[in-house]
């Protein structure tokens, strides 16, 4: 009974609710000033985008005084990521348990040095993959970087934090380290340009290796001026080299196995080269069944039915998982480092691999690349898609995860195991996500696949405009080929009365598919409008031609001629319509009205 008299006594007093009210308010007061700074770390977070593991600066080397020219990357910054050594600083390779257990670097990679000594500015170490084993950019210990032209969506990976750096405009260029598509991809997904050299062709000393004979270092930018002028410096290229002719090769069985509709990819690569002086007309090839014939090592690999594509993407990662072995297995069973699931998993594959024809992965990379070399020689290049998949949504499943991985690497394995440049172009967007498009040259070619990117951009982009200011109506339907949109679009301005524009837009459609009689039929009808009677009859001419029961081109081949005075053959054509329809009421008019004429 006094306990609980004295708790109502201290209920009941005055100065214990000062106390109570005194303690809440500053509960709330902290509460609030928590809240304020989480949201303010975020703010931060989002000017970044997260790109950024640390920030620093590394002044470029003394330039050279007046009357010197400026050197080629004077005034420019740029992002490394975390693989690239710098004196005095710890490459974490993505996980801080390699960082905490390794020590600073003696001097600074050369690919770095080379970008300092031309001019540019480095800010910074970029957010990675883990040991570069990942394509999705999602990393456990310093987050996943938002990409900025799809924010819900995964940036791509390993080299995800350059990507963005790149694409959110916080540097002029980037670069990173591309082994199974690490440059690759996170351009692709970030819609900027991506370049793997030829490997071998930019030196990797003081990079972390994943596997040498496949690791490479590649750059990121914005646009194709930049992205030449950087390569020329890393490769150390002569700035005039004989123009050549150029062979576009459309790897159209890659295409089909992209989810982006051909009319955004293929049709627009195919009007480039018609238009550019120096292209010949593109060739359409299956690259996997001519991979399949000249890579006989690929035998090893052809299990379970996979096919070529299939085959190769397996012997490259055979090749990768008992490079990375080799290279880190130590350190992986010593350290046991915490790492994100998807890594983890990659990991654990090339450590637990058991290798017996390894002489086979590096016949498979030597015979990829004399195929190539066979193939390009030295003015060809294929054009194939980036990736076969639009970007992933954050935190996908495993099983969304695992089937990304297995379209990813057949597409992503030709370049990696030949050793070839490849440079992904980005090519607007589909349902708001980027594309990426791919066009592969020779090795050794670098040069020559950088100054065709440099010469195709612009047109590539006006093709890009064409094509995503149709109404998007006509673009939902994936299936739809790029003749009939044009169609469709002629239709449109058909029936706005624009007679003219429906007739380019028909004559586009008739350019991709010559044997299509509705494409002819419907320019006929615009020529008409126009008054231009020869050429509405020798379009409804072709379009009988091609079928023979086209009511509407003998309706209209009628009224052609017979707007010229030439009433038989007028009448002939009206009949033959209503041979083929008996009940229409414009040809049964039509026939009277000449019937009275011819008589």
């Given at each position: 009974m006094s306990l609980n008299a004295n708790m109502k006594l201290s209920v009941s007093n005055p100065k214990i609710w000062i106390v109570i009210g005194v303690t809440v308010a500053g509960v709330l007061i902290l509460t609030a000033e928590t809240r304020r700074r989480r949201l303010k770390g975020r703010c931060i977070v989002r000017e970044d985008y997260g790109a950024f593991i640390e920030r620093f600066q590394l002044l470029p080397f003394p330039q050279p005084p007046p009357p010197a020219a400026k050197q080629p990357l004077s005034g420019l910054t740029f992002a490394i990521n975390d693989v690239f050594d710098v004196k005095e600083y710890v490459s974490g390779f993505g996980n801080p348990d390699w960082k905490q257990t390794h020590e600073e670097a003696g001097r600074t990679a050369v690919a770095v040095t080379t970008l300092l000594k031309n001019g540019a500015t480095c800010v910074g170490n970029a957010v990675m993959d883990e040991l570069s084993f990942g394509i999705t950019g999602e990393n456990l210990h310093y987050g996943t970087p938002t990409n900025p032209a799809m924010p819900s969506c995964i940036p791509g990976g390993s080299c995800s934090g350059s990507a963005v750096a790149v694409a959110a405009k916080l540097v002029d260029f980037a670069i990173g380290t591309d082994t199974v598509g690490g440059v690759r991809i996170p351009a692709s997904?970030?819609?900027?340009?991506?370049?793997?050299?030829?490997?071998?062709?930019?030196?990797?000393?003081?990079?972390?290796?994943?596997?040498?004979?496949?690791?490479?270092?590649?750059?990121?930018?914005?646009?194709?001026?930049?992205?030449?002028?950087?390569?020329?410096?890393?490769?150390?290229?002569?700035?005039?080299?004989?123009?050549?002719?150029?062979?576009?090769?459309?790897?159209?069985?890659?295409?089909?196995?992209?989810?982006?509709?051909?009319?955004?990819?293929?049709?627009?690569?195919?009007?480039?080269?018609?238009?550019?002086?120096?292209?010949?007309?593109?060739?359409?090839?299956?690259?996997?069944?001519?991979?399949?014939?000249?890579?006989?090592?690929?035998?090893?690999?052809?299990?379970?039915?996979?096919?070529?594509?299939?085959?190769?993407?397996?012997?490259?990662?055979?090749?990768?998982?008992?490079?990375?072995?080799?290279?880190?297995?130590?350190w992986i069973n010593t350290v046991k480092p915490r790492l994100g699931s998807d890594v983890s998993d990659s990991v654990h594959a090339a450590i637990t691999a058991t290798h017996e024809n390894i002489e086979a992965y590096y016949m498979v990379r030597t015979e990829m690349r004399a195929a190539l070399r066979s193939l390009l020689k030295d003015d060809g290049v294929i054009a194939v898609p980036t990736v076969a998949d639009t970007p992933l949504k954050l935190n996908s499943n495993k099983a969304l995860l695992s089937e990304f991985h297995d379209r990813a690497f057949p597409l992503l394995s030709i370049a990696s195991m030949s050793g070839c440049c490849q440079i992904t172009v980005p090519l607007g967007k589909h349902e708001d996500c980027p594309i990426g498009v791919s066009f592969i040259a020779n090795y050794g070619s670098d040069k020559f696949l950088l100054d065709t990117v440099l010469d195709m951009y612009e047109s590539l982009q006006v093709q890009v405009n064409a094509v995503t200011s149709l109404p998007p109506s006509l673009d939902s339907n994936g299936n739809m080929e790029a003749s009939k949109l044009w169609k469709e679009k002629g239709n449109a301005a058909y029936k706005g009365k624009q007679w003219q524009k429906a007739i380019n837009y028909y004559t586009e459609a008739v350019k991709l598919d010559e044997i299509?009689?509705?494409?002819?039929c419907n320019r006929a009808a615009a020529y008409l409008e126009l008054g231009s009677f020869q050429e509405a009859e020798e379009d409804c001419t072709k379009a009988i031609s091609l079928d023979k029961k086209n009511v509407k081109a003998y309706l209209r081949r009628g009224t052609a001629r017979e707007s010229v005075h030439r009433y038989k053959e007028a009448l002939h054509d009206f009949k033959r319509a209503l041979v083929l329809e008996p009940q229409n009421k414009a040809a049964k008019a039509a026939e009277k009205r000449l019937q009275e004429l011819v008589s």
């Amino acid at each position: 009974m006094s306990l609980n008299a004295n708790m109502k006594l201290s209920v009941s007093n005055p100065k214990i609710w000062i106390v109570i009210g005194v303690t809440v308010a500053g509960v709330l007061i902290l509460t609030a000033e928590t809240r304020r700074r989480r949201l303010k770390g975020r703010c931060i977070v989002r000017e970044d985008y997260g790109a950024f593991i640390e920030r620093f600066q590394l002044l470029p080397f003394p330039q050279p005084p007046p009357p010197a020219a400026k050197q080629p990357l004077s005034g420019l910054t740029f992002a490394i990521n975390d693989v690239f050594d710098v004196k005095e600083y710890v490459s974490g390779f993505g996980n801080p348990d390699w960082k905490q257990t390794h020590e600073e670097a003696g001097r600074t990679a050369v690919a770095v040095t080379t970008l300092l000594k031309n001019g540019a500015t480095c800010v910074g170490n970029a957010v990675m993959d883990e040991l570069s084993f990942g394509i999705t950019g999602e990393n456990l210990h310093y987050g996943t970087p938002t990409n900025p032209a799809m924010p819900s969506c995964i940036p791509g990976g390993s080299c995800s934090g350059s990507a963005v750096a790149v694409a959110a405009k916080l540097v002029d260029f980037a670069i990173g380290t591309d082994t199974v598509g690490g440059v690759r991809i996170p351009a692709s997904f970030c819609g900027v340009l991506g370049f793997r050299p030829s490997h071998g062709s930019v030196s990797t000393i003081g990079v972390l290796p994943n596997s040498q004979s496949l690791d490479t270092v590649g750059i990121f930018a914005r646009d194709p001026f930049l992205l030449n002028r950087v390569g020329h410096v890393l490769l150390q290229l002569n700035q005039v080299e004989p123009r050549r002719t150029r062979h576009i090769i459309v790897a159209d069985d890659l295409f089909q196995l992209s989810k982006v509709p051909q009319q955004k990819t293929v049709y627009i690569i195919s009007k480039v080269t018609e238009k550019l002086s120096g292209y010949h007309s593109p060739k359409h090839m299956n690259i996997g069944q001519y991979i399949l014939s000249n890579v006989p090592s690929l035998k090893y690999f052809l299990q379970n039915g996979a096919n070529s594509l299939k085959a190769l993407s397996s012997a490259m990662l055979s090749l990768q998982r008992y490079e990375f072995k080799t290279n880190h297995e130590e350190w992986i069973n010593t350290v046991k480092p915490r790492l994100g699931s998807d890594v983890s998993d990659s990991v654990h594959a090339a450590i637990t691999a058991t290798h017996e024809n390894i002489e086979a992965y590096y016949m498979v990379r030597t015979e990829m690349r004399a195929a190539l070399r066979s193939l390009l020689k030295d003015d060809g290049v294929i054009a194939v898609p980036t990736v076969a998949d639009t970007p992933l949504k954050l935190n996908s499943n495993k099983a969304l995860l695992s089937e990304f991985h297995d379209r990813a690497f057949p597409l992503l394995s030709i370049a990696s195991m030949s050793g070839c440049c490849q440079i992904t172009v980005p090519l607007g967007k589909h349902e708001d996500c980027p594309i990426g498009v791919s066009f592969i040259a020779n090795y050794g070619s670098d040069k020559f696949l950088l100054d065709t990117v440099l010469d195709m951009y612009e047109s590539l982009q006006v093709q890009v405009n064409a094509v995503t200011s149709l109404p998007p109506s006509l673009d939902s339907n994936g299936n739809m080929e790029a003749s009939k949109l044009w169609k469709e679009k002629g239709n449109a301005a058909y029936k706005g009365k624009q007679w003219q524009k429906a007739i380019n837009y028909y004559t586009e459609a008739v350019k991709l598919d010559e044997i299509n009689a509705t494409f002819y039929c419907n320019r006929a009808a615009a020529y008409l409008e126009l008054g231009s009677f020869q050429e509405a009859e020798e379009d409804c001419t072709k379009a009988i031609s091609l079928d023979k029961k086209n009511v509407k081109a003998y309706l209209r081949r009628g009224t052609a001629r017979e707007s010229v005075h030439r009433y038989k053959e007028a009448l002939h054509d009206f009949k033959r319509a209503l041979v083929l329809e008996p009940q229409n009421k414009a040809a049964k008019a039509a026939e009277k009205r000449l019937q009275e004429l011819v008589s």
